[in-house]
């Protein structure tokens, strides 16, 4: 998880420690987050006044929701979050709206540089017709091998055409 610049200020003041656990419990194990929950993390909400007081998962929903508004993408915060696009897609897409102007931004200027490399290319052919109204002779597809990964050899794969010729 990457942390700001001041967490890891606040990390460096926190006194060495030979535990591997930067946060361990009171007899140096990990910390049980139901209890702390319920004995430290909801008391300090209910002390600072905080309304409506909420559960320490809250926390990820509020990391993914600032990170997606700082403009982070989809791919690192789901990475970062241990969950899938789809499903950051599907509960905090509607955060990303500037993503869509973003891609069409990108999209643009790749069509830009395709437009210059276009200039560098050799001649220009006309370009096909869509509909074409004569007939193309039937010519023989090849047969070509494909790797059918749950087996150990290469397996012919032909069209129903190439059968029956």
Known sequence: MPLQAKALEALDRLPMSDNPILFPNMRGGRIDFRIFGRKHWRPAQIKAGIEPVRGLYDLRHSYATFALRAGIPVFAVSRFMGSSIAMIDRHYGHLA????????????AL????????????HQRPARPLNNTTSRSRTRRRRRLVDARWTARLVSVASSDDERS
């Open 97 to 108: 709206l500037d993503s869509r102007e973003h891609a069409v931004a990108l999209l643009d």
């Open 111 to 122: 069509a830009l540089e395709r437009a210059v490399d276009a200039a560098w290319t050799s």
